[in-house]
């Protein structure tokens, strides 16, 4: 088992619907693949832009992991196959 944490940057556009299914999937995700092991900031582009700017982030929701290797997805977090896959993580196995 892997103990890197992983370190992720949400930014979402306020109350919108699909920041909110982002927010959601992204914590329920850890919560089910990397509980204990995870750090979120959420960060609202619609109350710090310039945060948004520096990052390259030019639509939200959009998910920065910072640690352990640097990945950017956009859109509602979904497919989780797809976001394990980027993390590096196996589906089958939660908490491996």
Known sequence: MSAEVYRFRLF???????????????????????????????????QDFEAALQAMIMVAPALVVMAPRPVTLFGTLTDTAKILAALGLKEANPHD
Do not use: M, W
């Not at 109350?15 to 092991?37: D, G, I």
């Open 12 to 46: 979402i556009a306020g109350n919108e619907p699909n920041s909110c299914l982002a927010e959601q999937n992204l914590r329920a995700l850890c919560l089910a693949y990397l509980p204990a092991r995870h750090h979120i900031e959420i960060i609202d582009v619609l």
